[in-house]
């Protein structure tokens, strides 16, 4: 292993006093303390398999030393960031970038890790080795019914490798679209995906969920196949109980109000998971909370809310994973950021006096249910997530204890300093 429990256990030693000085301060103020603890301690965000690697952009790629090359390497660098938060006890992969050779194997690696397996996710909008159709014009909505069938196969494929791994989600993002109008027509495209969509659904083990992402641009720029919430959900009532949206917080237009968005979703019982990251443009794919923190708090102040009153339960409700690509910083030590940014978020949104905000909206009291949202999110929560952290068993701070015990400089030892992580 090569971060030991000793290791973590001395790093708590050192910062205990301090942090035990901020808790005990903080936790006067707070009835349910206790239970904001223990919520905060399982719940848990899964990484995905792409993000472990320095991304890029189409203008070059500067890769990081000690990187993973392999599925055995990224699932070990999910256990490093799960030893050290105990936050991210599940990994996403992508297929065909992480095909399990030996999938018993794999799932014994994880295990040894702590590690479950999230949504797999399928990949029609690049063209493989030997692949017979192009996906240049698009995949399932694609006017030629062989691509589609293609596309399809693939994507059941996909959920096969899911099974094998214990996985109980497939995420379909799709770069189908158009960049100049007249290239397409809407309702057909829409059409072709519903029916391949249908025909991948099919094959959906019974207690399975189907994620579909939507995303207002890119690749393409003049129209998505699946641009919005709105196109995302009818496609889901279309096909079913066991297909939902998924919202990528950084696939809208910018000053969206995505919380909005959440709110309703779940209300109709149809928002199936998250993609965390941050942007100040659109999909950025910048660490979760770096641009827009409130917003963040928002989010989860509606999934707080909406899920309580569905009786969802937080932690295992809905699919929490982030979705970032890192051109700067140290991918792990990124995710890290990223996993505390959502958990600051999350412990804030339960600070949230829910019965004070409904008389405040009953009444019309503007200004108090500003005050009572506000007062949430000004709170430093800092030592409270921290705290469910050190009762897990991981470390006080993350991020210090990454770079104390080196775990960079270990992984460039054993890797080298040249490596090119698969993926985006
Ligand atoms: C693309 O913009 C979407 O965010 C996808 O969810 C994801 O990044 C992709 O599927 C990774 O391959
Ligand atoms: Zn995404
Ligand atoms: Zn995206």
Same mark, same amino acid.
């Given at each position: 292993?090569?971060?030991?429990?000793?290791?973590?256990?001395?790093?708590?030693?050192?910062?205990?006093?301090?942090?035990?000085?901020?808790?005990?301060?903080?936790?006067?103020?707070?009835?349910?303390?206790?239970?904001?603890?223990?919520?905060?301690?399982?719940?848990?965000?899964?990484?995905?398999?792409?993000?472990?690697?320095?991304?890029?952009?189409?203008?070059?790629?500067?890769?990081?030393?000690?990187?993973?090359?392999?599925?055995?390497?990224?699932?070990?660098? *999910?256990?490093?960031?799960?030893?050290?938060?105990?936050?991210?006890?599940?990994?996403?992969?992508?297929?065909?970038?992480?095909?399990?050779?030996?999938?018993?194997?794999?799932?014994?690696?994880?295990?040894?890790?702590?590690?479950?397996?999230?949504?797999?996710?399928?990949?029609?909008?690049?063209?493989?080795?030997?692949?017979?159709?192009?996906?240049?014009?698009?995949?399932?909505?694609?006017?030629?019914?062989?691509?589609?069938?293609?596309?399809?196969?693939?994507?059941?494929?996909?959920?096969?490798?899911?099974?094998?791994?214990?996985?109980?989600?497939?995420? *379909?993002?799709?770069?189908?679209?158009?960049?100049?109008?007249?290239?397409?027509?809407?309702?057909?495209?829409?059409?072709?995906?519903?029916?391949?969509?249908?025909?991948?659904?099919?094959?959906?083990?019974?207690?399975?969920?189907?994620? *579909?992402?939507?995303?207002?641009?890119?690749?393409?720029?003049?129209?998505?196949?699946?641009?919005?919430?709105?196109?995302?959900?009818?496609?889901?009532?279309?096909?079913?109980?066991?297909?939902?949206?998924?919202?990528?917080?950084?696939?809208?237009?910018?000053?969206?109000?995505?919380?909005?968005?959440?709110?309703?979703?779940?209300?109709?019982?149809?928002?199936?998971?998250?993609?965390?990251?941050?942007?100040?443009?659109?999909?950025?794919?910048?660490?979760?909370?770096?641009?827009?923190?409130?917003?963040?708090?928002?989010?989860?102040?509606?999934?707080?809310?909406?899920?309580?009153?569905?009786?969802?339960?937080?932690?295992?409700?809905?699919?929490?994973?982030?979705?970032?690509?890192?051109?700067?910083?140290?991918?792990?030590?990124?995710?890290?950021?990223?996993?505390?940014?959502?958990?600051?978020?999350?412990?804030?949104?339960?600070?949230?006096?829910?019965?004070?905000?409904?008389?405040?909206?009953?009444?019309?009291?503007?200004?108090?249910?500003?005050?009572?949202?506000?007062?949430?999110?000004?709170?430093?929560?800092?030592?409270?997530?921290?705290?469910?952290?050190?009762?897990?068993?991981?470390?006080?701070?993350?991020?210090?204890?990454?770079?104390?015990?080196?775990?960079?400089?270990?992984?460039?030892?054993?890797?080298?300093?040249?490596?090119?992580?698969?993926?985006?």
């Amino acid at each position: 292993m090569l971060i030991e429990t000793n290791q973590i256990e001395q790093h708590n030693q050192g910062n205990l006093a301090t942090h035990q000085r901020n808790f005990n301060f903080i936790s006067e103020n707070i009835s349910n303390i206790e239970e904001i603890v223990e919520k905060l301690k399982v719940f848990q965000i899964a990484i995905p398999s792409w993000a472990l690697g320095t991304g890029g952009t189409r203008f070059g790629r500067f890769s990081g030393p000690g990187e993973p090359g392999t599925l055995e390497q990224k699932i070990d660098d *999910v256990g490093l960031l799960h030893k050290l938060n105990q936050s991210s006890g599940a990994i996403s992969l992508h297929i065909p970038w992480d095909i399990p050779s030996d999938a018993e194997k794999i799932k014994a690696l994880a295990a040894s890790h702590g590690l479950g397996f999230d949504a797999v996710n399928s990949n029609t909008f690049q063209d493989q080795k030997g692949q017979e159709h192009s996906y240049k014009f698009g995949s399932l909505h694609h006017v030629d019914p062989k691509v589609r069938k293609q596309a399809v196969d693939h994507n059941i494929e996909v959920i096969k490798h899911g099974i094998a791994l214990g996985s109980k989600s497939l995420t *379909v993002w799709l770069a189908d679209g158009s960049s100049f109008p007249g290239q397409l027509n809407f309702r057909e495209a829409f059409q072709n995906t519903l029916e391949s969509l249908k025909e991948i659904y099919k094959h959906l083990p019974s207690d399975w969920k189907m994620f *579909v992402e939507y995303k207002g641009f890119e690749p393409n720029f003049y129209s998505m196949t699946i641009a919005d919430w709105g196109q995302s959900l009818l496609l889901a009532n279309k096909l079913g109980e066991k297909a939902y949206t998924l919202v990528d917080l950084g696939h809208h237009q910018p000053n969206v109000n995505i919380e909005q968005i959440v709110s309703l979703l779940l209300m109709e019982g149809k928002l199936g998971g998250f993609h965390f990251n941050d942007s100040k443009y659109a999909d950025d794919d910048l660490t979760a909370g770096a641009i827009k923190p409130y917003q963040l708090f928002l989010i989860f102040n509606e999934l707080v809310d909406g899920m309580d009153a569905k009786g969802i339960d937080h932690a295992t409700g809905l699919g929490w994973m982030i979705d970032a690509s890192h051109n700067l910083k140290d991918p792990l030590v990124d995710l890290l950021q990223s996993v505390e940014a959502i958990k600051i978020a999350y412990a804030q949104a339960l600070l949230v006096d829910r019965k004070a905000l409904k008389e405040a909206q009953q009444a019309n009291d503007v200004v108090k249910a500003q005050e009572i949202l506000q007062d949430a999110f000004r709170t430093d929560v800092r030592s409270i997530v921290a705290e469910s952290r050190l009762r897990a068993g991981a470390a006080l701070d993350p991020v210090q204890a990454f770079r104390d015990l080196k775990v960079r400089e270990k992984l460039t030892e054993e890797r080298g300093a040249v490596t090119i992580a698969t993926g985006l």
